[in-house]
């Protein structure tokens, strides 16, 4: 498969399937554990769901960016990442790559469309993002491209099985910052 054709466009409401089942596919059960972003060892239940999405969408200077290449047929979805404007930074989340893609370059290239839109368009000074603080590898990933550890941690909503049903008791988020 050749990135040359990989392109980007805002999520719309009728993308909210597609959304939820790639989100779900790289954080979640056995289909996240072809990949390596996986938190199924440390969360069961689930990643997002519709109400999730539409509430991203529906609130200004936010968006869910969408990676995907053109096959025969149509389109494929091979990516999605969340970003918005708060507390005045930019914010990235929900990031997924599909699970049988990852370590081939996409996820690069959205971090970098997400940086452009959030100090381009939304003429922010930063990114921020949270990690969960057990995930080293992933934010280690972050700190190669420039994210710096900030070493604030905001608590893990235990008990609001929106964010997952924990199976440790030590989880945190790490704030994540890049100037940009």
């Known amino acids: 498969m050749s990135l040359d054709t990989l392109s ?3 999520a719309t409401l ?5 959304v939820v089942a790639l989100v779900e596919s790289a954080y979640r059960g056995d289909s996240g554990r072809r990949g ?3 938190e199924a060892d440390i969360l069961d239940g689930r990643r997002t769901g519709a109400d999730e999405i539409h509430e991203v969408l529906a609130t200004p200077l936010s968006m869910i960016l969408l990676a995907e290449i ?3 047929g149509g389109p494929r979805l091979l990516a999605c990442a969340h970003i918005c404007v708060e507390d005045g930074a930019g914010y990235f989340g929900m990031f997924s790559v599909d699970p049988t893609l990852q370590n081939g370059g996409i996820g690069k290239r959205v971090l970098a469309e ?3 839109i959030v100090r381009d368009q939304w003429q922010t000074p930063a990114m921020r993002m949270t990690v969960i603080n057990v995930r080293e590898e992933l934010i280690q990933y972050y700190v190669r491209r420039g994210y710096l550890r900030t070493g604030r941690f905001k608590p ?4 609001d099985a929106r964010f997952g049903l924990p199976k440790r008791d030590d989880l945190s988020f790490e704030v994540l910052e890049k100037a940009l």
């Open 8 to 10: 980007f466009r805002p």
């Open 14 to 18: 009728a993308d909210t399937d597609a």
């Open 36 to 38: 390596w972003t996986t």
């Open 70 to 72: 053109e096959q025969a």
């Open 114 to 116: 997400a940086e452009r």
């Open 156 to 159: 893990f909503p235990y008990g």
